[in-house]
């Protein structure tokens, strides 16, 4: 693959993992909510013919839902620390560049 080549900076990857920690952080408070509000609906069918049929169905569904939506989360805020990483290690190893050409003598003209 010669010539070809991209730019990483280091500001950005850093700025896009803190978004990333952030959305995954929002999302995880969004289906708390959500699960909060739909476990107080439970509540209503409760007693009802109908409601416990429809319980019966939507309740392991829902439970499969959330636990997804939880992962969900965790995983979104894992991709932002792990860009927060790599951020941390494309500055380092511009930083040890710039040392390493700075060491190198130059010729004599």
């Not at 792990?82 to 380092?92: C, N, P, R, T």
Request: hydrophobic share 40%; with cysteine.
């Amino acid at each position: 693959m010669a010539g070809k080549a991209f730019d990483v900076d280091p500001d950005v990857l850093k700025a896009q993992g803190n978004t990333f920690v952030h959305i995954g952080n929002d999302f995880s408070t969004a289906a708390k909510k959500l699960r909060d509000g739909l476990e107080d609906v439970d509540a209503a069918f409760e007693g009802c013919d109908f409601g416990e049929v429809f319980l019966t169905i939507y309740k392991p569904i829902s439970e499969g839902m959330f636990d997804s939506m939880d992962s969900l989360g965790e995983r979104l805020e894992g991709i932002g620390d792990k860009l927060q990483g790599m951020a941390q290690k494309y500055a380092e190893s511009d930083e040890q560049g710039i040392h390493t050409i700075s060491a190198v003598g130059r010729p004599q003209i």
